[in-house]
Structures are given as structure tokens and as C-alpha cells.
């Protein structure tokens, strides 16, 4: 069991790097060629970065304790990625009506 909670992490990890990277990348090039969709691409990268973290602080609290339970933090970060969802989706109705 404990080499899949390594696997985890170490995937939970690579994720948010990756996600923050191609968010950085996709926004740039959103923002450089005025394209809407690869800006919201890169938008939904950054929340998927927040629900990676939430995910990885999980993956941390399982290996130093086995209660199941849901912490503070991460129910603070699924309500995040919800409304940040939600507001993605809100913000590029705005912005393809404008266009």
C-alpha cells in the first residue's frame, strides 16, 4: 500500500507542475494571438493546480495518519475548485459573447 501512496504523490506532483507550466504557456499564447479558448485553457490550468494541491495534502495526511476523515484544508480546496469552475465558465460566456 505504501508504494501506491508514493506513486500518488509523486503523480499528484508532477501534475501541479505540469499544470502550472501549460498554464503559463497556453495564457501567453492566449493572450499573444487574442485567442479565447487557449486563454481559458490556460485558466483552467491554474484550478486544476489548486485541486492538485488539495489532492497532494490528501495523499500527505493519509501517509502520516489512516483517518479517513477530510480536513479543513481539503474541503476548503474542492469548494475552490468549484467556484473556480464556475467562474471560469461565467468568465469565457463573457468573453466569447464579447467577441
Known sequence: MNQLIEKAQFLAIV???????EGIISIFFGLQDETLALFGFGVDSFVEVISGIGILHMIIRMKLSKVE???GF???????????FFILAGGLILGSAYN
Open 15 to 21: 501534475t501541479i507542475f505540469y499544470n502550472i507550466a
Open 69 to 71: 476523515k477530510r480536513d
Open 74 to 84: 481539503e474541503r476548503t480546496a474542492l469548494k475552490i475548485t468549484g467556484y473556480s
